[in-house]
């Protein structure tokens, strides 16, 4: 399909599926290399959206890894510092375990940092990030937290398909699709 309609929206083709995949073979290859003896890595996959990412590339891993699903929740607390989140899906300590950050799409790095910075208080041995998708004119904390992975970088635009959603449609597309302004 080239076109597609989410709710009020439409979105055309953008990334066709091969190349999404060639890109995932790609990341894959690079784990490959550094996780080769490392014991034990685990790998943290951020609901909803990573999940499809998260399926495709462990099978293209070939080194012993466990991973969890997690989400962060939206809970607001009231403390003076505003939103207190916290992460959902993983109830075991973290302590001294190697953490690789599994996202569909890192924006802002809003997210993903406060996710990095959780599994620092929790005394990880180490915590690497990988996304899908990355767009680095967007990305805030370039210089202080590196993305170790992203197989692929997009410009500044929205977008949907491959576990992405548009107001929670779109995520089962196995292309990408660009907002059509
Ligand atoms: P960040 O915290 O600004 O990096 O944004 C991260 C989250 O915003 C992602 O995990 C997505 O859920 C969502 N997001 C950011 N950009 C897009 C997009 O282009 N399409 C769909 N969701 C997006
Ligand atoms: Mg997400």
């Known amino acids: 399909m080239n076109r597609i309609k989410l709710h009020d929206k439409y979105f055309r083709l953008f990334i066709p599926n091969e190349k999404i995949e060639e890109s995932i073979i790609n990341v894959a290859e690079k784990l490959n290399r550094d996780y080769r003896n490392i014991p034990n890595p685990l790998f943290l996959s951020v609901l909803n959206g990573s999940f499809m990412f998260s399926a495709h590339l462990m099978k293209y891993l070939d080194f012993n890894s466990e991973i969890s699903f997690v989400r962060l929740s939206s809970y607001s607390g ?80 929205f977008i949907v398909g491959f576990g992405l959603d548009y107001d929670e449609l779109g995520r089962n597309y196995k292309d990408i699709y660009v907002l059509d302004k």
């Open 78 to 157: 009231t403390s003076t510092t505003g939103e207190v989140r916290q992460m959902l899906g993983f109830d075991r300590s973290l302590k001294g375990r190697h953490v690789i950050i599994l996202e569909d799409i890192v924006d802002t790095g809003g997210t993903v940092v406060e996710l990095y910075n959780m599994m620092q208080r929790q005394q990880v041995a180490d915590v690497k990030i990988c996304t899908l998708l990355l767009k680095p004119e967007a990305y805030l904390y370039s210089g202080k937290i590196g993305i170790d992975y992203a197989a692929m970088e997009i410009p500044n635009d």
